[in-house]
Each structure stands twice: as structure tokens, then as C-alpha cells.
């Protein structure tokens, strides 16, 4: 009778562990996937860069007068380029090449010949699919942080996380200064 | 708050659903619907192992009677033979004529007459996922005429970020895009898993829908893509291929067709892979599947009586006499179980993945309007791809028939001419007088590998490509020989040549302003009474519940005697549907008493007959 009380406890205990196992081994998942997501938000935010210098070479044989305009725009790119992994720093810098490239845009407008050329077309396809890709990435990097946060709150993976030091991740908000909208230099 | 309510009905902040909530009803109703397949496969099993196992034991029987000829076999052997035989008549009995039998004899009994067919279904079924693993599904839309997007066409460069961006708001890896220059507006997923999958788009749907549209459907195929449609379309095609190879398996002794593709499939078995595997599975697929149809000219030309057979072919005619009566068996067991209950089922489950598709869609771009607006926009316009008719549930939208375009069966004349046009062709070899269908399904399997030469480079190829285009004008006349396109500018474009390009593009607009489409169904989903893609009605209902915009026009509203003529009209039906089902269980059963009643007055001649032959 005690032989069989302790096959059955040993059982038990195996199926636990494999339980607590597979749990934490979701935690750890979501984990990861939430960071990959945020450093895919900066290769996304590089390939910005890679394309201003094409931009401003498309434009300059345009608008050679608007010299203003493409300076600010090369200024901007070196700026966030320099920046580096210093965020506020890093995202304000982001904010005013974002700033300078559209205001790039608004000038190119009174451009006629410039906008109707097939390269323009192409290239301000190409910044689009930048901007997109780069708030696509932060929009995946927010549901990574909800499932994430979803996961450690609920039972009984909070149980875990507590004992594993799971903590909750913030999700990616657009802080006071993005919120502000950028003058445009005429 | 509007002032007029009566005016426009909108859906209220209770109705709303959030794409998670959705997607999580829509994942819930994949496992029903799957218990619910599962339960319905193993129902169908039943008749079908009473009428395979009896094939089973009689082809046992005859080998043993054949071998015992040359070199007799122990007389244990007979004896266990005999039991068996006397089991199975108790248990007959049992079931017809209430006679008591012992519960483990039952049991017993029951196994001997139901595993053997099970094991065979079971064994093809396996082989059939392991034989097109390697494949997965869809390929021979990607074999013909499909081409990477040219990063100098605007449309084209704003697929291609599309599919970049979805791909990143997904977190899955980007899949291959495949543009096809078709008259038809579709889109498709291909491949077996989301590291090779691949997505098929037709060059008229760039020209259709604008960029927030373009990225919903984008996201729904991607979507789906990482929900692992795949392979649950690869499942349920499976399904359908098992019917089909033991539909063909069956047919094999009479006819060269099913012979020749008998012969495809296990040509394929032992290829080592290459660029033709995918659309030759998909050639594969689709010839076996289309033997699930109740005619079957094999079959009839070989009991044709009136034609000059000669004594042979009469004997081989009484031999396999039975085996007419089991494949009519196994064809009726299986149209009637796929159709009405199989089918279905699996119907009802791709249609839950479609809707988990559309709320990830939802997700993806957070824009419910893009993807409802696109949906609408695809079926305004005609939607058949070519290559694409077999493989029909896995687009976006169900694929309508197109019916100037060249159809997925054609006709026997159209068949000898292209046949006759590619013999032709070729620059030298004597054109036959007569041509049969095997010689067509050769002609299509050669066209297919000389237009592959041709796209990488071949003059040859091209030049027989060139003169096969020129006779097939000249052969059949009018609008067919137009949507043809010009191989010189198929390859040129293939080769990323944007003047080719374009003149395709008008070629294909030109002609699809004459195009009239058939809503018929296509692809197995003919096989089934349930259509495999949702109504587009109720595909909007459920994004409008996450939020789209949807216009309905004016909204009838159901007079109270409309809805009482309805609900009569379907209380007087609902008993003939049953009956009618019913009756057909009957027929069902009765082809398979049939069949076990001639199987076993066949047995015992020429069990006799060996008998006679005995040496002692």
C-alpha cells in the first residue's frame, strides 16, 4: 500500500514539474518576442537613415535654390545617426529628421516638374513604406507588450512570475514632445 | 445622438467586438469544427471498409488459390479461412436475422470484417501526406507565367513594401511574392509552412485596389498564413486525394487514364525534387480528384459489348466483372459521404479560418474599412486565375469560372487540337492520325517543361513555344486564340522586360471587358454541398462588428408573410430532404449487399474452378 501512495505521489510530482515547465517556458517566449520587437523597431528606424542621402541627391538637381531645405534635412539624419543609444536624445532626433523630411515634401510641392518625375514617385513611395514600417514595428511591439503583460497578470502564470522575476513591459506611447506638431519651414 | 434613427441602422457600441475577441471565437470553432470532421471521417469509414474489405479478403483468396496451384499450401491455412468465413456469416446473421451471438465472438467478427479496409484507408491516406508533404498545396499556380514585382512599376514597388510592412506587424517572415499577369482579380497563399510560403497575386488586382487596401488583403494572406492555414489546407486537400488515388486504384485495370495516373504518382514518388515537383503534384492532385465524378468513360469503354474485343478481353471482362460492381460501390459510398457530410464539415472549418484570417487582418492594420472595401472590390470583378481552378479554396475569394477562358476540363475536340497543334509543332515528328486522352495529358506536361526552357533561355524552346501559339491561332478561331498571350512576350516578361509587361497588361484589359463569369463553384469545393469560402455578406457583418463602415444599400425588411411562406415552405421540405437522404443511405447500402453478393458468387466460381484444377 505504501509502495503504491508513493508511486502515485512521484507521478503527481513529475506531472508538476512538467506543468510548471511548459508555463514558464510560454513566459520566457513571450519575453524574447517582446524584445526582438523592440529591436526591430531600430533596424526599421535605421533604414530611415539609409534613405535620406538618396533623397536629398533625387531633389537637389530640382530645387538647387531650396538649399535650406536640403541641409536641414542632412543635418537631422547625422544628428539621429550620432545619437545613438541615447534615448531621449535618440527619439527627439528621430522626431526632427521625421520633421525635416516632410517639410522636404511640402516644399517639393510647388514643384511640379520635380513631383511628376517617376524617381520622386518611387522615392516617396519608399519614405512612406519607411514611415510605415517604422509604426508598423512599435504597433508589433505593442501587441508583443500586451501579450506579455496579459500572460504575467493571469493565473496561474502570475504565480510564476512572481517567483521567476517576470515583470510586465511598457508598451511604446507617444510622449508629450512627439505629440507636438512640427512647424513648417517655408 | 441622430435625430432620425429610422434612417440609418448602426451598429451600436454593444454589438462591437474587438479582433481578439474574434480571433479567439474563431480559433474555438476551429477545434469544434475539426471534433466535428473527425467524427464524420470515421463515420464515413464504415461503409467504406464493407466494401473494401471483402475486395481485400477476395484478392487474399484468389492469390492463395493461385499459389496453392503451383505449390500447395497447408491445410491450416484453408481451415482458418473457413472460420473466418463461417464468423463473418454469424455475425451476418446477427445483425439480419437477430440470431444471439456471443459478445466476444461480436467483437471479434467485427474486427476481421471492418480493420482490413480501415488499415487500407488509413495506409493511403498516409501515403498521400507523405507523397505531397514536400509540395504542399497550390503549386501549379506558381509554375506558369509568375514573376517577382519590378521595383520600377509604382503598383509593383508598393506590393512588394506591403508585403514588407505586413510582414513586420505580423513578427512572421516575409513570404515570396508571385505576380501573375491574368484577366482575373485573386490573391493566394501557397506553400507548406510559413518559412516557404509564398503568395500568388494577380497584376490586375494592383490596378483594382489602392495601397490601404492592397495591405489589408496582404494582411489577411499573411494572416492566415501564420494562423497555420497552410497545413489545414494541406489536411483537408489530403482527405480529398485519398478518395480520389483509391477512386483510381480501383479504376486501374480498366482504363489507360487512370493507369497513366497511377503512373504519374509513383513517378513523382521517386523524383528527387526539383522546380516542376509543386505544379506536378498539383497535376497529380487534380487528375485524382477529378475520378471522384460518377462517369467514368474507362470503365464504360471497357464493358463496352458492342465493340470487336476479342476472346481475351471477354475473359478479362468476367474476371473483374466484381470489381465493376465494388467501384461503382466505393465511387457512390464516397461522392455521397463527401459530398453531403464530409465536404461540409470541412467546409464549415476552412470557413472559421477565413474569419480568424479577416480578425488577424483587423489586427494587422487596424483599418476594418480597408479590408471590407477590398473584399467588395474583388467581387465586382472576375476572379479566375488560371492554374488556380483545382486549388480554389485557398484564395481570398472563391474564383468564379470564367467561360471564355480555356477551362480546367476541356472538351474532347479541344483536346485533339492542342494535341494535334503541339505534334505539329514539333519539328520532327509525323503528326498521328488518332489521338487519345492520354496522349493530351502528355502534350500539357511537355508544353508546360518547354515553356519553363524558354523562360530561362532556350531558343529552341521558344521557337516551338512561337510556332505551337501560331497553329492553335490559325486551329481555333475567334476570342480563345486573343486570350492567349504572346510567348515571346511571356518569357520577355518573365525576364522583368517592362514594354512586355505592359502589353500583356492592356491584352489582359482589353479582354476583361468581355469576359462574362459563371459563379459556379470550382476546384473540390464542387465536391461539397457547403461552398469552402464564406459568404461575402456574412464576411461583412463580422468585420462591421470590429468596427468598419459598411455600406448596405437599402435594407430589406422582411414582410411578416414573407417570413411565414418561408418558414412553411421549409417545414413542408425539411421531411422529402430527410427522406431523400435516407433514401440514399439505402442505395448505399444496397450497392454494398450488391457488391458483397457478387464478389461472393465470383469467389466461389472460381474458388471452384481452382478447385477442378487441382493436380490431385
Redesign the interface.
Known amino acids: 500500500m505504501d509502495f503504491s501512495f508513493a508511486i502515485f505521489a512521484l507521478a503527481l510530482a513529475i506531472l508538476l514539474v512538467i506543468a510548471v515547465g511548459l508555463l514558464y517556458n510560454g513566459l520566457v517566449a513571450r519575453r524574447n518576442?517582446v524584445q526582438s520587437?523592440w529591436a526591430?523597431i531600430d533596424v526599421?528606424l535605421k533604414l530611415r537613415h539609409d534613405l535620406v542621402p538618396n533623397l536629398v541627391e533625387s531633389a537637389r538637381g530640382y530645387m538647387a535654390h531650396e538649399r535650406q531645405t536640403l541641409e536641414a534635412v542632412t543635418q537631422a539624419r547625422s544628428q539621429a545617426i550620432s545619437a545613438g543609444a541615447n534615448v531621449p536624445a535618440r527619439s527627439s532626433a528621430e522626431m526632427q529628421l521625421a520633421a525635416a523630411i516632410g517639410n522636404l515634401f511640402a516644399v517639393a510641392e510647388r514643384y511640379p516638374a520635380l513631383r511628376a518625375t517617376?524617381n520622386m514617385?518611387?522615392l516617396q513611395?519608399?519614405l512612406?513604406?519607411t514611415e510605415?514600417?517604422i509604426a508598423?514595428?512599435r504597433?508589433?511591439y505593442n501587441?508583443?507588450v500586451l501579450d506579455l503583460n496579459t500572460a504575467v497578470a493571469s493565473f496561474p502564470r502570475n504565480l510564476l512570475a512572481g517567483l521567476f522575476g517576470f515583470a510586465p513591459a511598457a508598451m511604446f506611447t507617444a510622449e508629450e514632445s512627439d505629440r507636438a506638431v512640427p512647424q513648417a519651414k517655408v | 445622438m441622430s435625430s432620425e434613427p429610422a434612417l440609418s441602422s448602426s451598429v451600436g457600441p454593444r454589438d462591437r467586438e474587438s479582433f481578439f475577441a474574434a480571433q479567439q471565437k474563431n480559433r474555438h470553432a476551429t477545434w469544434r469544427m475539426t471534433a466535428l470532421c473527425v467524427l464524420t471521417a470515421l463515420a464515413m469509414g464504415i461503409p467504406l471498409t464493407l466494401v473494401l474489405t471483402p475486395l481485400f479478403y477476395a484478392g487474399t483468396l484468389l492469390t492463395a488459390d493461385v499459389v496453392s496451384y503451383f505449390n500447395p499450401l497447408p491445410p491450416e491455412f484453408w481451415a482458418t479461412m473457413k472460420e473466418l468465413a463461417t464468423l463473418a456469416v454469424r455475425v451476418g446473421d446477427y445483425f439480419f436475422n437477430n440470431k444471439p451471438l456471443d459478445p466476444q465472438l461480436l467483437a471479434v467478427g467485427l474486427a476481421v470484417l471492418l480493420v482490413p479496409g480501415m488499415l487500407i484507408a488509413l495506409a493511403l491516406w498516409m501515403a498521400m501526406l507523405a507523397l505531397f508533404r514536400r509540395a504542399g498545396v497550390g503549386g501549379a499556380m506558381a509554375s506558369l507565367n509568375a514573376r517577382e514585382p519590378s521595383?520600377?512599376d509604382?503598383h509593383e514597388?508598393?506590393l512588394a513594401?506591403?508585403v514588407?510592412?505586413?510582414a513586420?506587424?505580423?513578427?512572421l517572415p516575409a513570404p515570396r511574392v508571385m505576380l501573375v499577369d491574368s484577366a482575373g482579380a485573386n490573391a493566394a497563399a501557397i506553400g507548406t509552412s510559413p518559412a516557404d510560403a509564398r503568395i500568388v497575386i494577380s497584376r490586375r488586382l494592383l490596378d483594382d485596389l489602392d495601397r490601404d487596401q492592397m495591405q489589408a488583403l496582404l494582411a489577411h494572406l499573411i494572416g492566415s498564413v501564420g494562423n497555420g492555414d497552410l497545413g489545414i489546407a494541406f489536411a483537408v486537400t489530403s482527405v480529398f486525394e485519398t478518395c480520389g488515388l483509391l477512386g483510381t486504384i480501383i479504376n486501374a485495370p480498366f482504363g489507360p487514364h487512370a493507369r497513366s495516373t497511377l503512373w504519374r504518382v509513383v513517378r513523382y514518388a521517386f523524383s528527387r525534387g526539383g522546380s516542376g515537383t509543386t505544379a506536378e503534384a498539383d497535376g497529380i492532385a487534380a487528375l485524382l480528384t477529378g475520378d471522384l465524378d460518377l462517369q467514368s468513360d474507362d470503365i464504360d469503354r471497357f464493358f463496352d459489348t458492342g465493340s470487336h474485343r476479342g476472346p481475351v478481353h471477354k475473359f478479362l471482362a468476367f474476371v473483374f466483372f466484381p470489381i465493376f460492381f465494388t467501384n461503382a460501390a466505393i465511387k457512390f459510398t464516397l461522392w455521397f459521404f463527401l459530398t453531403a457530410f464530409l465536404g461540409p464539415c470541412m467546409a464549415l472549418l476552412w470557413r472559421s479560418r477565413r474569419y480568424l484570417a479577416d480578425a488577424s487582418a483587423v489586427?494587422?492594420t487596424?483599418n476594418p474599412n480597408a479590408l471590407a472595401g477590398a473584399l467588395r472590390n474583388l467581387t465586382e470583378d472576375s476572379t479566375a486565375i488560371p492554374g488556380g481552378v483545382w486549388a480554389s479554396h485557398l484564395f481570398v475569394v472563391s474564383p468564379s469560372q470564367d467561360t471564355s477562358a480555356p477551362q480546367d476540363k476541356p472538351t474532347a475536340e479541344q483536346m485533339r487540337l492542342v494535341a494535334r497543334a503541339w505534334a505539329e509543332s514539333a519539328p520532327a515528328q509525323p503528326a498521328r492520325s488518332s489521338l487519345t486522352t492520354g496522349d493530351y495529358m502528355r502534350c500539357c506536361a511537355e508544353l508546360i517543361a518547354t515553356q519553363r526552357a524558354a523562360v530561362s533561355g532556350d531558343p529552341t524552346a521558344l521557337a516551338r513555344m512561337t510556332a505551337f501559339h501560331r497553329t492553335i491561332s490559325t486551329l481555333v478561331p475567334g476570342p480563345i486564340a486573343q486570350s492567349l498571350p504572346d510567348p515571346a512576350d511571356l518569357t520577355a516578361a518573365l525576364r522583368g522586360d517592362p514594354a512586355a509587361i505592359a502589353r500583356l497588361r492592356s491584352q489582359q484589359q482589353n479582354l476583361g471587358r468581355h469576359h462574362q463569369t459563371v459563379q459556379k463553384r470550382t476546384g473540390f469545393q464542387a465536391e461539397s454541398m457547403v461552398a469552402f469560402h464564406p459568404p461575402l455578406k456574412r464576411r461583412l457583418q463580422r468585420l462591421e462588428r470590429m468596427g468598419a463602415h459598411v455600406d448596405w444599400g437599402a435594407k430589406q425588411k422582411w414582410s411578416s408573410t414573407k417570413i411565414i411562406g418561408t418558414t412553411i415552405g421549409f417545414l413542408i421540405l425539411a421531411p422529402f430532404i430527410l427522406a431523400a437522404g435516407a433514401l440514399m443511405l439505402v442505395v448505399v447500402a444496397v450497392m454494398i449487399m450488391l457488391n458483397l453478393l457478387f464478389l461472393a458468387l465470383w469467389l466461389f466460381a472460381i474458388h471452384s474452378l481452382f478447385g477442378l484444377l487441382a493436380p490431385h
Open positions: 518576442r520587437a526591430d526599421q517617376e514617385q518611387l513611395e519608399q512612406t513604406t510605415n514600417r508598423f514595428a504597433q508589433h501587441d508583443m | 521595383p520600377h509604382l514597388l508598393q513594401n506591403v514588407q510592412e505586413m513586420i506587424a505580423s513578427g489586427q494587422f487596424r
